[in-house]
Structure formats: C-alpha cells, structure tokens
C-alpha cells in the first residue's frame, strides 16, 4: 500500500539559510500534519493542513510557514535556519472527511544546520 | 493544552516475557489514544489504537486498555519478540470526527533481552 512519501531524505544547510520539506500524503487522505523530533525526544505537533486550510497549529516557530496545495500535497518552508532546527521533521496524512483519525508518518526528513 | 506522561522510559524484559507501558493524560475532552512503534531512522508506525467508549482493544500480541475515569491508558506485549525492540510512543488527542495535533508521550525505550 502507498505510504506517505516525504522529501528530501536529508537535508544539510548552513545558519541563516532557508530550507524547503515536501510531503505527499497517502491518496485520497485530505489531511496533513507536521512533526519535529529532536534527538531522543517525542514528536512535536507543528501544524495540520485540511482541505487545503490551515487546521490546527501548535509550537511552529513564525520563521516557518507550510501550505497544503489542490493536489494534497504539503510544503514546510523554513528561513533563517538557526542551529537549534536540526531535528528529523515527520509529516503524517489522515482521511479525515472519512472520520478516521488515524495518523501515518512518513519516514522524515533529517535536517541539519550547520 | 494536553499533557500526557508515560512511563517507564526505558524497559528490558526477556524474550518471552510482557512487557507493559502506562501512559496517563490531563484533558479529559481527549478521546482518541493510539501508540506508535519508533524504530531507529523510521517514522512512527501506528501499531494500536483506542477511543474512549472501548475500554479494552486486542490485536493479537498488542492490547491496550483504557480508565477513562483515571485517565489512564496501557500498551501491553505479550510474547515478546527481538523485533518488538524499539521506543514505543502514546499519544492522546480530541478527535470531533477527525484529529487534530496528537499530544505524545516522552517515549519508553522497550528493549528485549535474548
């Protein structure tokens, strides 16, 4: 079965540098949920997309921003990268329209700020 | 906001043995609790889940229970295997027909012993 496919696999920047996530979430699901994972932590709830809108946000720092575009699929835009943003970035995918509210990862992205 | 502990955050058993990991939450509007398998460079893969009008879910080695009243919830391996070693995650949410940012536990580092 498909699964949610995230990219770049990995991703090396310098400090004040912008980077850019993609997420593609599992067809038909309409909802889109980003994660941040330092090392050795839990996941972070960034932001969720649904039907293109933005849906909930949590701890996302206003140097990111993120969109969900007509084809479902998401971006994650970071600016004035600082060291601390180094960490494994998930996206996950729900059908929620189907009232399902189960969550899929993708395998991440490992971003580090040097 | 939500908060939810989970303990132990690290927990050797022998193969064979079960293993159990308790989690508790603060919000009591959350309704939807699943776990999450994290192994090392992978996304969390949901293993398990429960909504609160089911006290208790089984899928073959994996159940999990649910006190509404106490705010618990429990991950329980029976069985257990060298495979079953990797960070096990709860998380907690309110779903009102589709879910929102899940609320993760810190983790517990399940570690099976041959």
């Known amino acids: 079965a498909a699964g949610v496919i995230q990219s770049p696999r990995h991703l090396i920047k310098e400090k004040r540098e912008t980077a850019t996530l993609k997420c593609y979430p599992i067809?038909?699901?309409?909802?889109v949920y980003w994660y941040q994972q330092g090392p050795g932590q839990d996941p972070q709830f960034l932001i969720s997309?649904?039907?293109?809108?933005?849906?909930d946000k949590g701890s996302i720092p206003d140097r990111f921003s993120a969109q969900q575009f007509s084809d479902y699929h998401s971006e994650l835009n970071m600016s004035s990268l600082e060291l601390g943003d180094s960490a494994l970035y998930f996206c996950?995918?729900?059908?929620?329209?189907?009232?399902?509210?189960?969550?899929?990862f993708g395998s991440g992205t490992q971003l580090s700020v040097l | 906001g939500e908060n939810v502990e989970q303990h132990p955050s690290t927990l050797s058993v022998q193969e064979g043995d079960s293993a159990v990991i308790k989690c508790t939450y603060s919000?009591?509007?959350?309704?939807?609790f699943p776990w999450y398998k994290q192994e090392l460079g992978k996304g969390p893969q949901l293993i398990i889940d429960?909504?609160?009008?089911?006290g208790e879910k089984k899928d073959q080695r994996i159940a999990v229970t649910l006190n509404k009243t106490a705010k618990h919830f429990s991950l329980h391996i029976t069985e257990t295997q060298p495979e079953d070693s990797a960070v096990y995650f709860c998380?907690?949410?309110?779903?009102?027909?589709?879910?929102?940012?899940?609320?993760f536990g810190k983790g517990t580092h399940l570690i099976i012993q041959p």
């Open positions: 996950a995918s729900s059908f929620r329209t189907g009232g399902n509210e189960k969550l899929f």
């Open positions: 067809p038909r699901h309409d909802t």
């Open positions: 997309f649904y039907e293109k809108m933005q849906s």
């Open positions: 919000d009591s509007a959350s309704n939807y």
């Open positions: 429960i909504r609160s009008n089911v």
């Open positions: 998380a907690a949410s309110y779903s009102g027909g589709g879910a929102d940012g899940l609320t």
